[in-house]
C-alpha cells in the first residue's frame, strides 16, 4: 500500500465528514436556539395558570416561579452558589457534581461494557449458554432498579476487605453497570452471528478454529451492532448514575444536587434549573465519547454501507 | 511445475452420492458420480442449474460430506486435503470482507497459518500484480467494481500456491467483455501456477476456452451425462485467437449438444 493511496482513502472521507460535522453542529446550536425562543414566547403569550383541558394542565404555568427567564437561569449559573461569603460561582459547584456522576457513570458503563461483551462472546461460542442465559439477560431488566439500589447500598455498607470498605459510589456504579450491561450484550450476540455463511464456511476452508474466526471475522463484523449497543448502554449508564444517586442517598452527584435545588426553588426558581442543564450536558459528554469510539473503528463499519 | 509432482490425482470421485434431508423430504442431488481429475489439469463442470455443481464442489471442499461413494484430494480424505491447504476456493460471491483491504484480504490466509509480516507483504504485492491490482491494494471492497473483487477473491485462493483451484461460477456476476478478459488473465495465472482446477460455469464458450476437459451434468438426481476433451491443451497459449478457431467452434457445439440431450450418448463415460 502507498502512502498516497494510505492518504487518499483516508482524507476522503475526512473532508466529506467535516462539512457534515459544521452542518451538525450548527443544526444543533439552532436548535437551542429555537427552544429559548419558544419558551420566552410562550412565556410571553401563553395563560399565567398554563393550559387545562379537562381539569388537567397540559401546559405548564408561566409564572417566573415555574419558567424563569433564560437569561434568568444563565445569570443564576454564572452567579454564587449560596449567599455565603467565598461561595463558589454556581456552575462551579454544578459542574463538579456533574464530573463526579460522570465519572461513576464511566465505571459502570466500562464495567457493563465489558461484561456485556463477554456474555455476548460466550452465548456464541458456547450455544447451551445462548439457550441458558439469554433468558436471564432479558429478565434482568424487568428487576425495577429503584427496589434494587437501597439493598445494594447496604450490600456494599457490609463488604470490607481488610482496610478497604466498598465505597457508596461503586454501589451506584454497580447499578449503572446493571443497566448498561443489557443492550451491550444483546446487540454483540446478533453482531458476533451476522457473519455470512460465505465468510465462516472460508474460515473452515483454512482449517481456521473458533478462535481464528471470533477474531478474524465474528468480531469485526460485530463492531457496527456494537456501536449503537454502546450508544444505548451509556444512555443507561447515565440514568442509571442519576436515579441511583437519588435513591441510595448519595450526595456528591448531580442526581442529588438536582433533588435538593428543587427544594429551593421557592426561594430561588433559576437555581433548580442548573443541574438539570449539568445532567444534560453530562448526557452529551458521555454520548460525545462514546461517539469517539465508532469514530477510531470507522474502517469496521464499511459493512454498513455495501 | 516440479514442486507440484504428484502421482495422486488432484481429485478422484468415485460412486458419489449426495442426498439432502429437507423438510419436504430426501433431495438427491449427486448419484453415481464417478471423475478423476489429473494434477494440473483443468475441468469444468457445466449443466443446468440445480444439478449438483456447487454441491460437488463443496464435497471436494470439505464443506459437506458425501452420503455414497468415495472421494479422495491428491490421495488424501477431503478433510485431510482442507487441512494440509491443499487447495484454494473461489466461491460465486467474492466474499470480501468488507473491513479488510485489498492486501489484507488477499493475505487473510497467510495471516491465518502465521506467515511473518515481510514475507507476507511481499507475497501480497506478487499477488496483487498478478491479477492486476498493484493500485488498488489500500482500497477497501466497497471502492471496487464486482469484477475487481472477484480478482481479489482470485488472488487471495491463490495466496498459498494451492495444487488445486476450486472456483464455482467466480465470473458469474460480470459483463461479457470483462468475463472474457478474466478467462484469458485466469488461464494464464493458472499455467504460471501448474495448479489443477475444478471449474464450474453456466457458459459453454467459457467452458471450452479455459478447460481441457468439460464435464457435462445432467439434474434430478445430478449425474454425470458426458465428458469432452477440448483438445486444447495446457500447454496452449488461450488467447483472443482461440476464440476465433473452427476447433473451438465445434467443441462449442458438441458441448452444447450434450448439453441438450442431442444423441451422443455413444461418446458418455469417454475419457475414463
Ligand atoms: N443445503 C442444502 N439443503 C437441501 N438441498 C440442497 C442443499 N444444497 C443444495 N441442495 C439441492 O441440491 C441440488 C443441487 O444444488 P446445487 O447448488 O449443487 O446446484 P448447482 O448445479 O450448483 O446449481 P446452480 O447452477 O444454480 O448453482 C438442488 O436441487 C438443491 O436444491
Ligand atoms: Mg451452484
Known sequence: ?306 | MSKHETTAPAVRATGIGKTFDTKAGPVQALTDVDLEVAAGEFVSLIGPSGCGKSTLMRLVADLDGPTTGRLEVFGKSPAQARQDQDYGIAFQQAGLLPWRTVADNIGLPLELHRMDRSARAARVAELAELVGLTDFAGSYPDQLSGGMQQRVAIARSLAEQPRLLLMDEPFGALDEMTRERMQTELSRIVAETGAAVVFVTHSIPEAVFLSDRVVVMSPRPGRITTLISTGIGPGVVRDEQLRETTGFFEKVTEVREALHGAPVGSSAREGR
Not at chain 1, 25 to 53: N, Q, R, S
Not at chain 1, 193 to 215: I, K, N
Not at chain 1, 239 to 263: H, K, N, P, W, Y
Open chain 1, 1 to 306: 500500500m502507498t502512502i498516497e493511496q494510505t492518504s487518499l482513502r483516508a482524507g476522503r472521507p475526512r473532508a466529506r465528514g467535516t462539512a457534515a460535522r459544521v452542518r451538525a453542529t450548527a443544526l444543533g446550536l439552532l436548535g437551542l436556539v429555537a427552544v429559548a425562543v419558544i419558551w420566552e414566547v410562550y412565556k410571553v403569550f401563553g395563560p399565567d395558570d398554563g393550559v387545562v383541558v379537562a381539569g388537567h394542565r397540559i401546559l405548564p404555568r408561566t409564572t417566573d416561579l415555574a419558567m424563569p427567564h433564560v437569561w434568568e437561569m444563565v445569570a443564576r449559573l454564572l452567579g454564587p452558589t449560596t449567599s455565603q461569603a467565598g461561595a463558589a460561582p454556581l456552575w462551579l459547584t454544578v459542574a463538579q457534581a456533574a464530573l463526579v456522576s460522570l465519572g461513576i457513570a464511566a465505571v459502570g458503563w466500562v464495567v457493563g461494557t465489558v461484561v456485556g461483551i463477554a456474555l455476548g462472546v460466550l452465548m456464541q461460542m458456547v450455544r447451551v449458554a445462548e439457550h441458558g442465559l439469554l433468558p436471564w439477560v432479558v429478565l434482568s431488566q424487568t428487576v425495577p432498579l429503584i427496589a434494587f439500589a437501597p439493598v445494594l447500598k447496604n450490600w456494599g455498607a457490609q463488604i470490607e476487605v481488610g482496610d478497604w470498605r466498598w465505597p457508596q459510589w461503586l454501589s451506584v456504579a454497580v447499578i449503572a453497570s446493571y443497566l448498561a450491561f443489557f443492550p451491550v450484550a444483546v446487540g454483540m450476540l446478533k453482531g458476533l452471528q451476522s457473519p455470512p455463511r460465505t465468510h465462516l464456511e472460508l474460515m473452515h476452508t483454512y482449517d481456521a478454529g473458533r478462535w481464528a474466526t471470533l477474531v478474524k471475522v465474528r468480531l469485526p463484523a460485530a463492531v457496527p451492532y456494537l456501536l449503537p449497543a454502546l450508544r444505548l448502554g451509556v444512555a443507561s449508564a447515565v440514568v442509571g448514575t442519576v436515579v441511583a444517586e437519588v435513591s441510595t442517598g448519595f450526595m456528591d452527584g448531580i442526581g442529588r444536587q438536582l433533588v435538593s435545588f428543587a427544594g429551593q426553588a421557592s426561594g430561588d426558581p433559576a437555581k433548580a434549573w442548573a443541574p438539570i442543564f449539568g445532567a444534560v450536558v453530562l448526557g452529551l459528554v458521555a454520548a460525545g465519547l462514546v461517539g469517539l469510539i465508532g469514530l477510531a473503528l470507522r474502517s469496521y463499519r464499511r459493512g454498513e454501507a455495501t
